[in-house]
């Protein structure tokens, strides 16, 4: 298996250009979820989906837009980059239920300048 | 939501045990107890997580207070691959919301050789 699979793992970009980070997983799983964390500080969580068709807004919405067409595909869309979305993102995955733990992706480094 | 306290930092030997406290008083009766942890340049990585009765797998033991204001993660022979941030979540489960898991800023774990 090959889990949660993010692309591009790099990407600079100009202030107010757009693009979209790429998630996959293989894992059949029904919760997807996007999360940035910005140098010294732990994660906070941008978007999310329970499955296909149903996302929510998380702690940090604002600047990008999510979509859920498929239960294995979850991109990140920036609008207009700006240098504050400067981070690295992640993307994780879980079965539905508390009981399971979530598998990450091993992360898109993005710079905006 | 609920939130946890952890300290800041903690240092051990290798080869000895370590006991990652986390505190989390108002801790509800449908919060699952996560820890996960993140390696330098990584995603985060699923290490345990329990409601109310101790856990055990191969990574960790997960030791939850009988008031379960509190727990501690448990590395029974630390080794430098476990020098990491450990961070301990509470994960809400309401029997079919959704949900995403809420990063405080964790505990750096230092090994010493």
């Known amino acids: 298996n090959a889990g949660v699979t993010q692309t591009p793992k790099f990407q600079v970009l100009k202030t107010g250009q757009s693009m979209t980070l790429q998630c996959a997983q293989d894992m059949n799983h029904e919760y997807m979820s996007w999360y940035r964390q910005d140098p010294g500080m732990g994660l906070r969580l941008i978007h999310y989906s329970v499955g296909a068709g149903i996302t929510d807004q998380g702690e940090v919405p604002n600047g990008y837009n999510v979509s859920r067409s498929t239960t294995e595909d979850f991109p990140l869309r920036l609008l207009s980059a700006a240098p504050s979305q400067t981070s690295v993102y992640f993307c994780a995955s879980s079965y539905a239920g508390p009981g399971g733990g979530y598998t990450f992706g091993s992360g898109t480094r993005l710079t905006v300048v | 939501d609920a939130k946890t306290t952890q300290p800041n930092s903690m240092e051990s030997n290798e080869e000895e045990p370590v006991h990652l406290p986390c505190n989390h008083s108002?801790?509800?009766?449908?919060?699952?107890i996560h820890w996960y942890r993140q390696l330098p340049s990584q995603g985060p990585e699923y290490v345990i997580h329990g409601l109310t009765s101790n856990v055990n797998n191969r990574m960790a033991s997960l030791a939850i207070a009988e008031d379960r204001k509190s727990s501690t993660l448990i590395l029974h022979r630390a080794t430098l691959r476990d020098a990491a941030v450990y961070y301990c979540?509470?994960?809400?489960?309401?029997?079919?919301?959704?949900?995403?898991?809420?990063f405080g800023k964790g505990t750096h774990l230092i090994i010493q050789p």
């Open positions: 108002t801790i509800s009766g449908t919060d699952y």
């Open positions: 979540i509470l994960r809400y489960w309401s029997g079919g919301g959704a949900d995403g898991l809420t």
